[in-house]
């Protein structure tokens, strides 16, 4: 029950202050794993490569994942419940606000300055995916060569990726696909 409660809270606490979409909700995801312990960084990796291949908004996804992999089925749902309420509040409260504050230079001005507080958050969760993807640090630590600092394959694979979403006008679902299909072969 203590874990339950602890998962709402910390799923509240993500949804309240991750400004900026599912992606911004990473900074706040591994600081709740180095801080309780209920999912790795490496899990955190997992939960991205899910929630961007299944429908839905990746936080809802995320958040869906972590409470389950913490608390089972009560635990995916109560995350998923506490990241979604407070932008349900904070809208429900703007809606009713909304003509009285649509010209304030104070709102203006908030909305302003979290535009860059939003990029350096998904910027400093995509460092870290980075990190866990193409940084093999363990096995640099355990041999010292420098060639196995890196995960060859997975920045190929992720270079490939990158320019054929920006060349290719293809579906996002075909490069999840393929993506799944050289990570099988390739045993990524």
Same mark, same amino acid.
């Given at each position: ?51 961007e291949s299944t429908p839905g908004a990746i936080g809802i996804n ?14 995916g749902i109560l995350a998923t419940l506490s990241l979604a309420a ?38 400093? *969760?995509? /460092?870290? #995916?980075? &990190?866990?993807?193409?940084?093999? =640090?363990?096995? %640099? !630590?355990? $041999?010292?060569?420098? *060639?196995? /600092?890196? #995960?060859? &394959?997975?920045?190929?694979?992720? =270079?490939?990726? %990158? !320019?054929? $979403? ?23």
């Amino acid at each position: 029950m203590m874990t339950l409660l602890q998962l709402m809270f910390e799923f509240f606490k993500v949804g309240l202050f991750s400004i900026g979409g599912g992606l911004a909700t990473l900074p706040f995801l591994y600081e709740m794993s180095d801080k309780t312990g209920w999912f790795t960084h490496a899990d955190i990796a997992d939960m991205i490569a899910i929630s961007e291949s299944t429908p839905g908004a990746i936080g809802i996804n995320m958040s869906t994942y972590a409470g389950f992999k913490t608390a089972g089925v009560p635990g995916g749902i109560l995350a998923t419940l506490s990241l979604a309420a407070p932008s349900v509040i904070i809208i429900l409260i703007i809606a009713k606000f909304l003509n009285s504050f649509r010209d304030n230079p104070n709102v203006e001005g908030a909305l302003y300055g979290l535009r860059p507080a939003s990029l350096a958050m998904i910027s400093a *969760a995509g /460092l870290n #995916v980075v &990190k866990i993807s193409l940084i093999d =640090i363990e096995t %640099f !630590i355990l $041999t010292g060569n420098p *060639a196995d /600092l890196f #995960v060859p &394959k997975a920045i190929i694979l992720a =270079i490939a990726l %990158f !320019i054929g $979403t920006k060349k290719l006008k293809w579906s996002p679902i075909a490069f999840i696909a393929i993506s799944a299909v050289v990570g099988i072969v390739f045993r990524m």
